[in-house]
């Protein structure tokens, strides 16, 4: 997602022709309806990378975008180097380089927009998750109350998050008290809220969380099958709920 936003970045700020692998944007397509909608980022084949004479770009996002020795006659790959691009952003808090395009923000919502098939299964989850916490309040409360609930999402990342995103942004550790600090914080500032759990490891979800905490509102809301494009569609639309 983040090499799509900064392609379209590219091609709409600067003049760029951009490109991303069609894999990348088949793949995108999947989750998001209108990812083929754009001409800002356009499909490359692999046939057609291995015969580009490529050059890289070592340096930060301003100075790519400033540097006029790189606006004409290149085919630039910032794929191999994204991830120091994304570091130089993330770490100073740069993102306005790329969303000071009046027009782009609004255009990177839409392109994101779930596909109306896991909006519906979310929209259904949560409704059961809603009942399931209904029925909880009625037996430890003894009686039926019903009243508007607040969801909120809480994404748990394991597979490469401590690795891939803690330590190579220089985040906090993503422990279980920050989670259970966080939940805490919530439920102090807001009543009537219910934490919807997403995570591609479940078990630890309910081990390292949900087990201690019994009688908070925190409910599983996916299958946490981290390879399933299904399960992963439905994780993706019930955060953005």
Known sequence: MLSYVMAMAMSDRAGFISFLPSHVLNRLSYFFEDIDTTK???????????????????????????????QVDHAIEIHKTLRLLGNNLIQNMRWDVIFDEPNLLAKVRHQFTMRSVF????????????????QRQKKMLKKQRRFPLQFVGVHVRRTDGPVGIVKAYKLPELDPSYYLRAIDAYMTKYKNVLFV??????????????????????????????????EIGLDFALLTQ
């Open 40 to 70: 800002s980022v356009r499909p490359l084949e692999s046939f057609c990378y291995s015969s580009i004479d490529w050059m890289s770009f070592h340096g930060s996002f301003v100075r790519f975008m400033e540097d006029p020795e790189m």
């Open 197 to 230: 759990m997403v995570s591609d490891d479940i078990e630890w979800v309910k081990q390292m969380i949900i087990k201690r905490l019994p009688k908070a509102p925190l409910f599983v809301g996916g299958s946490g099958i981290p390879d399933d494009d299904d």
């Open 119 to 134: 909006v519906h299964q979310a929209q259904q989850r949560l409704l059961s998750l809603k009942e399931a916490y209904y």
